[in-house]
């Protein structure tokens, strides 16, 4: 009889053993989808790929010349780069401030990402939802101009950007990011192609993962109210030894998102640029004209 009893004790801890790590497993199902993206920002748009709470991301883009310039000009790389310098911190997994620092208008950027939404692995929460919003001021010497050099209200520009995505599965992931940016004044003396002061456009950014390290990624950004070229790039991600290259191919030389929307475009085998990134942090971009080409490492 005694023994009977043990067995019966024996069998109810196993059962209950058995039905707690059930339950673990369902509320693990409900855990947030990870790495929709590779990093927080996918060739030129930011995405809802969050930072770790009090995690410092240090990033250098630059951008190099026209490849159109051939051998000589090593496709591109003697032309010099415009570089951007960008920190971002996460005071928690919702929120982070950044600020960064382009040389094309000498221009400084202060930015913040807050995190609405997170996708889960159960589909409770279908999508990603992000919300970004920027200021910035041009602080190129204009002592050059005839006229009053423009004052720093003049100088300052904006940007909102409301990012959307979705990881449809291990491979594919998806986003679209309806962006606005706001010139206080369009001077011609900015390095911008644009005139009107509202700039609107719908990015749409994705990725393919072809290996366990490496995806194929497109970025598309239609304007919606102004007559320049559409932006447009392509390229690939690796990931090796904890960072992320991102390579592209991209038809604007600009950084930031005031300048992506107002810059001016090239357009395939016409003006196109070439890009490579990491998730270290060191971005290139490029600059306009035929075909151009840039890295990026974070």
Known sequence: MIRLFLFTLALLAVQGVSQAQLERKLADADRPTELT???PRHINLLTVEPLDKKVLHFAIMHTFGPVSGGLRNLYGLDNGANIQFSFEYAFDERFSLGASRSGRDKFYNLFG??????QTESGSVPLSVSLMGAAGVNTSDYAFLQ???PDFAERSSFA???????KFSEKLSLQVSPM???F??????FLIEGEQQLYLALGFSGKYKITGKSSLTVQWIPNLNSDLQNNLGLGIDLEAGGHVFQLYFVTSQNLNEQYLLAGGNGAPGKRFASDSTSTASLLPAVTRGPLQMG????
């Open 113 to 118: 990402r807050y995190h609405l939404l997170k």
């Open 180 to 182: 606005a940016a706001y």
């Open 147 to 149: 006229e009053a050099a």
């Open 184 to 189: 206080t004044e369009t001077l011609p003396a």
């Open 295 to 298: 890295a990026q490492v974070r």
């Open 37 to 39: 993206f590779h990093a």
């Open 160 to 166: 909102g950007q409301l990012m959307l995505a979705r």
